[in-house]
T-cell receptor, first 117, second 114 residues
Framework: DSGVTQTPKHLITATGQRVTLRCSPRSGDLSVYWYQQSLDQGLQFLIQYYNGEERAKGNILERFSAQQFPDLHSELNLSSLELGDSALYFC????????????????FGPGTRLTVT | AQKVTQAQTEISVVEKEDVTLDCVYETRDTTYYLFWYKQPPSGELVFLIRRNSFDEQNEISGRYSWNFQKSTSSFNFTITASQVVDSAVYFCALSGGSQGNLIFGKGTKLSVKP
């Protein structure tokens, strides 16, 4: 058990809908990362939050957004869903802070499997 | 640009065989970090090891060992006396000193047959 929790575990929804994925980081970790894993694109970084602020963006679509709340949990919002958004979405957390962003391992949650029909 | 290449898409071995998973990386950073993660059939990503660019010492942890060679930009992973429970997809990843996100390779699917 990594200590990172994600809900829900599975989500099935229709095209055009909006969903929210939730993540709670390990106790003490201020950095939260979101990744998407799909068969064609592999594991891709979407976005990073650090202590409530957006810190870095990767290949995140404009239809997707995220936030990190004062209690450090994070939510990833996916809207106007398309079939191609079907994927496994991971949240990860790390103790890394300013000046040491890449230097610590990230611990991953169990993922949310999104199926868009 | 940063890139991680895992040329072996799938490897199949028989239990107790040794197996090496290759990882080659590209980066212009002088400070960077390399990782290996395991993704068993259950789907979670499990952290195995982190290595920074200044530490080229090889590491051994039980049946697992890692060989980091800056001269060839490689960070290979060897499992000795493989077991069925080692069956999983293994990912090599890279992060730079100034960025936190991981850049993953495509992964190598290891199947260990009894």
């Amino acid at each position: 058990d990594s200590g990172v929790t994600q809900t829900p575990k599975h989500l099935i929804t229709a095209t055009g809908q909006r969903v929210t994925l939730r993540c709670s980081p390990r106790s003490g970790d201020l950095s939260v990362y979101w990744y998407q894993q799909s068969l064609d694109q592999g594991l891709q970084f979407l976005i990073q939050y650090y202590n409530g602020e957006e810190r870095a963006k990767g290949n995140i679509l404009e239809r997707f957004s995220a936030q990190q709340f004062p209690d450090l949990h994070s939510e990833l919002n996916l809207s106007s869903l398309e079939l191609g958004d079907s994927a496994l979405y991971f949240c990860a957390s790390s103790v890394a802070g300013a000046g040491e962003w890449g230097s610590y391992e990230q611990y991953f949650g169990p993922g949310t499997r999104l199926t868009v029909t | 640009a940063q890139k991680v290449t895992q040329a072996q898409t799938e490897i199949s071995v028989v239990e107790k065989e040794d197996v090496t998973l290759d990882c080659v990386y590209e980066t212009r950073d002088t400070t960077y970090y390399l990782f290996w993660y395991k993704q068993p059939p259950s789907g979670e990503l499990v952290f195995l090891i982190r290595r920074n660019s200044f530490d080229e010492q090889n590491e051994i942890s039980g049946r697992y060992s890692w060989n980091f060679q800056k001269s060839t930009s490689s960070f290979n992973f060897t499992i000795t006396a493989s077991q069925v429970v080692d069956s999983a997809v293994y990912f090599c990843a890279l992060s730079g000193g100034s960025q936190g996100n991981l850049i993953f390779g495509k992964g190598t699917k290891l199947s260990v047959k009894p």
